[in-house]
Nanobody, 125 residues
Framework: QVQLVESGGGLVQAGGSLRLSCAASRGTFSSYAMGWFRQAPGKEREFVAA????????AYADSVKGRFAISRDNAKNTVYLQMNSLKPEDTAVYYC??????????????????WGQGTQVTVSS
């Protein structure tokens, strides 16, 4: 069973940058597709970005394309989300997720096997 711990959240001004990290343990990290999701107050959790086991395939929500970048380091059992040009509407709790199936991480949020506890990102205007 994979355990996921996010870090790197915080308060940043609009236009600024943050890098989130998600460290995985108790599993074979390189066999999992990974994703980032976010949930703003009063809204449903939504897809942000996904990466396959090798890092060779990535996907992004339209709202973050060109601003966010997902990457992974299998040697460190860690996935990252570099967030640039942040906007107030990016404010949310950001969650890391893992599943053996990349398609599930990309498009089937309700079937994802493992989730982290989340890290708060607040973007001030």
């Amino acid at each position: 069973q994979v355990q996921l711990v996010e870090s790197g959240g915080g308060l940043v001004q609009a236009g600024g940058s943050l890098r989130l990290s998600c460290a995985a343990s108790r599993g074979t990290f390189s066999s999992y597709a990974m994703g980032w999701f976010r949930q703003a107050p009063g809204k449903e959790r939504e897809f942000v970005a996904a990466i396959d086991w090798s890092g060779g395939s990535t996907a992004y929500a339209d709202s973050v394309k060109g601003r966010f970048a997902i990457s992974r380091d299998n040697a460190k059992n860690t996935v990252y989300l570099q967030m640039n040009s942040l906007k107030p509407e990016d404010t949310a709790v950001y969650y890391c997720a893992a599943d053996p199936n990349y398609r599930i991480v990309r498009a089937l949020l309700g079937r994802i096997a493992y989730w982290g506890q989340g890290t708060q990102v607040t973007v001030s205007s």
